[in-house]
């Protein structure tokens, strides 16, 4: 699936390629009809682009040039500089350039540790994480409604006080880290937070 079709309108998230396998990227067809700015890690760039997947700009130019011809088929590409071990930094550089929102993909195995990375950001900008597995929606404001399917959730704070109404098993002043909830009928939920920013996780 390419991405590049149409300009690209800063008011769409743009998409950060942290990991990738070729499930993963055919599940991220919807989110590339919307040509979104795509930013790729060394470790995945390979990956895409042997799917077909435009890149727009990477964290920085590799020190290896084995990826050099790779490159100029991507061309114009520009760096897009902040570490890729501190995704934060990269919400500092979209936030500057007007981005709303950024979408990030990754492998069911390296979801965590890209979970414990993102959430030292404190500021506005709205991120959703998908693997091939999960959905991980960070949600800014309290309370948070929804109308969720028959399926498994969770919750993943930091030491926030949790409420929650809906689910099977509904909690009250919980604190844990994560919190495990299920759904067996489909129906309006609602999760009050101490003090969001927190991340709720919806099994595909």
Not at 130 to 142: F, G, L, Q, S
Request: some cysteine; aromatic content about 8%; overall charge negative.
């Amino acid at each position: 699936m390419s991405s590049h079709h149409i300009v690209r309108d800063e008011q769409e998230p743009a998409l950060y390629i942290h990991a990738a396998d070729n499930f993963l990227l055919a599940a991220l067809g919807d989110l590339l009809e919307w040509s979104p700015t795509v930013i790729c890690s060394e470790e995945a760039l390979q990956k895409v682009v042997d799917y077909g997947t435009k890149v727009d700009a990477i964290p920085h130019m590799p020190e290896s040039t084995d990826l050099d011809a790779i490159l100029r088929s991507q061309a114009p590409i520009r760096v897009m500089p902040f570490d890729p071990g501190k995704i934060a930094e990269l919400f500092d550089v979209l936030a500057s350039e007007n981005y709303k929102g950024l979408n990030i993909a990754t492998t069911k195995g390296k979801h965590e540790e890209l979970l414990a990375d993102v959430s030292s950001y404190r500021g506005p900008m709205d991120c959703t994480v998908y693997t091939p597995a999960h959905r991980i929606v960070r949600i800014r404001h309290a309370p948070f409604q929804k109308w969720l399917a028959v399926g498994h959730y969770a919750i993943l704070g930091q030491g926030q006080t949790f409420d929650t109404r809906g689910f099977d098993a509904d909690v009250s002043s919980d604190h844990s880290p994560q919190i495990a909830m299920e759904k067996s009928t489909a129906g309006l939920v609602r999760i009050d937070c101490s003090e969001p920013p927190f991340w709720f996780i919806e099994e595909l």
